[in-house]
């Protein structure tokens, strides 16, 4: 299984961003997908995760301002990031969880907010 994250870039604060990742091989259930970040000096935090059933969890500074939504017949994950802060700026991680085949993660897309 293999997950290819993309939509990263440089935004001004109070812009938006959408981040998408695609999961593609041999993939016989996906229980989870989710997105992480880890800021520089910082630890690994989750921002966002949405289940199969289509129930989602937000990190508490992700409340309000960002979005997770999920396309099953794609294998792909979006993150519609709006109101950003510079705070905000960390690479950001697509997680795909599956109870049959394990924890899988993408290679990472930065993120940064700045003026």
């Known amino acids: 299984v293999q997950l290819q994250a993309s939509g990263g870039g440089l935004v001004q604060p109070g812009g938006s961003l959408r981040l998408s990742c695609a999961a593609s091989g041999s993939i016989v259930s996906i229980d989870r997908m989710g997105w992480y970040r880890q800021a520089p000096g910082k630890q690994r935090e989750l921002v966002a995760l949405?289940?199969?059933?289509?129930?989602?969890t937000y990190y508490d500074s992700a409340k309000g301002r960002f979005t997770i939504s999920r396309d099953n017949a794609k294998n792909t994950v979006y993150l519609q990031m709006s109101s950003l802060k510079p705070e905000d700026t960390a690479v950001y991680y697509c997680?795909?969880?599956?109870?049959?085949?394990?924890?899988?993660w993408g290679q990472g897309t930065e993120v940064t907010v700045s003026s």
């Open positions: 949405i289940a199969s059933d289509g129930s989602t």
């Open positions: 997680n795909l969880w599956s109870r049959i085949q394990g924890d899988y």
